[in-house]
């Protein structure tokens, strides 16, 4: 499974864009890039899932080169409640595929 | 549709002592796995079952961890005998199809 980097925190105020940057130089051409988002207290809640270009659904887009070698979060005009832990993961699309997470981002946003 | 269940919210231990978590997964779903979340990291992968045979136990301490899941549906992780280091969030997912795991809220497991 490809390793995956991505920056420790990030700050934010509300109502901006952020955009948070992972890493994956060693992705293989099976693997699709999945995000998971982690309140406090929490089990991590799948946020989106891209193989290549963009894709956007009512909570973030996902913005993918075509070298596939990073991809890019983007959660639109965040609000408080968006703080959490965001994390990146590259594997298969399969069922029963196992996740296998790094740190993640904390996000914090501010008023 | 309800989601993951989890039990107990959180328990306190003393070491050596033993301790079990019981998750029931969305209906339906035949992948359940369980993850450990130590403070500050990501969830590890500790046990991963399809319906009621296990498919990745490759972190799973089998020395002190078991898991199982009868019937292909509730599934329990027991810790006999548990270690300081064993404090952690354990989690609980299953899934349906492709990889979206659906997570319970965890149990909080701290061991004195």
């Known amino acids: 499974l490809a390793k995956t980097t991505q920056p420790i925190s990030m700050d934010s105020y509300e109502g901006q864009e952020v955009n948070i940057t992972c890493s994956h130089n060693?992705?293989?051409?099976?693997?699709?890039i999945t995000w998971y988002q982690q309140f406090p207290s929490q089990g991590p809640r799948f946020i989106i899932q891209?193989?290549?270009t963009k894709v956007t659904n009512e909570v973030a887009s996902l913005f993918i080169p075509a070298d596939r070698k990073s991809s890019t979060l983007s959660l639109p005009r965040v609000s408080l409640s968006d703080t959490a832990v965001y994390y990146c993961?590259?594997?298969?699309?399969?069922?029963?595929?196992?996740?296998?997470f790094g740190k993640g981002t904390t996000l914090s946003v501010s008023s | 549709e309800a989601g993951v269940a989890q039990s107990p919210r959180y328990k306190i231990i003393e070491k050596r002592q033993s301790v079990a978590f019981w998750c029931n997964p969305i209906?339906?779903?035949?992948?359940l796995y369980w993850y450990q979340q130590i403070l500050g990291q990501g969830p590890k992968l500790l046990i991963q079952?399809?319906?009621?045979?296990?498919?990745?136990d490759s972190q799973l301490p089998k020395d002190r961890f078991s898991a199982e899941r009868l019937k292909g549906v509730d599934s329990t992780l027991k810790i006999q005998p548990a270690k300081l280091e064993d404090s952690a969030v354990y989690l609980c997912?299953?899934?349906?199809?492709?990889?979206?795991?659906?997570f319970g809220p965890g149990t909080r497991l701290t061991v004195l």
């Open positions: 997912a299953s899934s349906l199809v492709l990889d979206e795991q659906f």
């Open positions: 060693n992705i293989a051409t099976n693997d699709y």
């Open positions: 891209g193989y290549k």
């Open positions: 993961l590259v594997g298969e699309n399969q069922a029963g595929t196992a996740l296998i």
């Open positions: 209906s339906g779903h035949a992948t």
């Open positions: 079952f399809q319906n009621n045979g296990v498919v990745d």
